[in-house]
């Protein structure tokens, strides 16, 4: 006798439901979302024992809803056939939330003149088939010059999201270039914030709630000014007094607007990296990438908020659901522990204590 699901799942392929033909033979399902450059994924593992399974068509459009809610849309990238003498034989369908297949890996080339990010990009996302979101601040970010030497939408989506610290991610149809961090769409819609709590949702973690390695107080950039015909500095505070370092950044800008903006998406780095850890919880279905997850019932240092950098998906057929989130970005009462020696029952030296 076939066991039954512990969760409702719905597959479509191509617009044809496969949900009752894979009832018996659907095995795993497992949904990955990332923040920056990676591709949403899903991977969905058959029982192909008797060799009855129809191939999908590479770049079939596919989608999956998990208890009542669509946690992936996107297209077959590929199918894998595993076998083994002990393990039976199964298939296994890879599939992206960006269409491979698509003008959004096809080489461009064009440039503007006294443009912003949000124009130029937008071009490229029109001449690729691809309806673009911007954040604002981002969008508005102004230069003399751009152009795309041979650089597809996927390449300089990335390459403009390093520079200035944002995601570029296209599913779909759909490209966006958020600001990494921010805790909201563009457009300023705020996404949605998930718990974490010990002894109730939370299966188990690793977290470091306070990460110096990439940390710095400031930073500094050389922009040249045309009019002086000299190199000048831009420097900006990235508030953090713990750490009394200079991000001096080596390469020279156009101008003070461009040194400004990228110094701006360093001190959000030095953010980004403040912390790091992973939280694996009972299924979850708000928890979405730059979204907030809110720690709580650990211990005095460790509770507080992470931005989720990664949330991953898995479900089975024999144990239920679950999700496992990425944490970045510390915040609130995380890192810090300002507990003093008569109210803890050990106490570290005081230069050796987290906050």
């Not at 669509?70 to 296994?92: A, I, M, Q, Y």
């Amino acid at each position: 006798m076939v066991d039954k699901w512990k969760v409702d799942w719905k597959v479509e392929i191509n617009g044809q439901d496969m949900t009752a033909g894979w009832q018996s033979v659907l095995q795993s399902i497992a949904i990955n979302d990332q923040a920056g450059e990676a591709s949403d994924s899903c991977d969905l593992r058959l029982d192909d024992t008797g060799g009855q399974i129809l191939l999908p068509r590479k770049r079939s459009p596919v989608t999956v809803t998990i208890n009542g809610a669509r946690l992936f849309r996107g297209f077959v990238e590929k199918s894998v056939f595993d076998c083994d003498r002990n393990g039976g034989r199964t298939l296994n369908v890879s599939a992206k939330g960006m269409d491979s297949g698509s003008k959004v890996k096809q080489p461009q080339s064009f440039n503007l003149d006294d443009a912003d990010l949000g124009t130029f990009l937008g071009q490229m996302a029109d001449n690729a088939g691809i309806n673009l979101k911007v954040d604002e601040g981002l969008a508005s970010i102004q230069q003399d010059y751009w152009a795309a030497d041979g650089e597809s939408l996927i390449a300089m989506g990335q390459r403009v999201a390093r520079k200035y610290g944002g995601t570029f991610k296209i599913r779909g149809d759909q490209a966006v270039l958020a600001r990494r961090g921010a805790g909201a769409a563009p457009g300023g819609v705020a996404l949605p914030v998930v718990d974490a709590v010990f002894g109730r949702n939370l299966v188990s973690c690793s977290i470091t709630p306070r990460e110096p390695r990439r940390q710095f107080g400031s930073g500094q950039a050389r922009w040249f000014d045309r009019a002086k015909a000299a190199f000048e500095s831009a420097d900006l505070d990235f508030g953090n007094d713990d750490f009394p370092v200079v991000n001096i950044l080596r390469p020279a800008f156009a101008d003070e607007d461009e040194a400004e903006a990228v110094l701006d998406a360093r001190k959000r780095e030095s953010e980004w990296e403040g912390g790091e850890g992973s939280a694996n919880l009972d299924f979850t279905l708000g928890a979405v990438v730059e979204g907030t997850c809110r720690v709580s019932g650990m211990r005095t240092g460790v509770d507080g908020t992470y931005v989720i950098a990664s949330v991953k998906h898995n479900a089975n057929r024999s144990g239920g659901a679950s999700t496992s989130l990425e944490l970045k970005q510390p915040g609130g009462e995380a890192g810090k522990d300002g507990r003093k020696a008569g109210e803890s029952s050990f106490a570290l030296p005081r230069h050796e204590r987290l906050g």
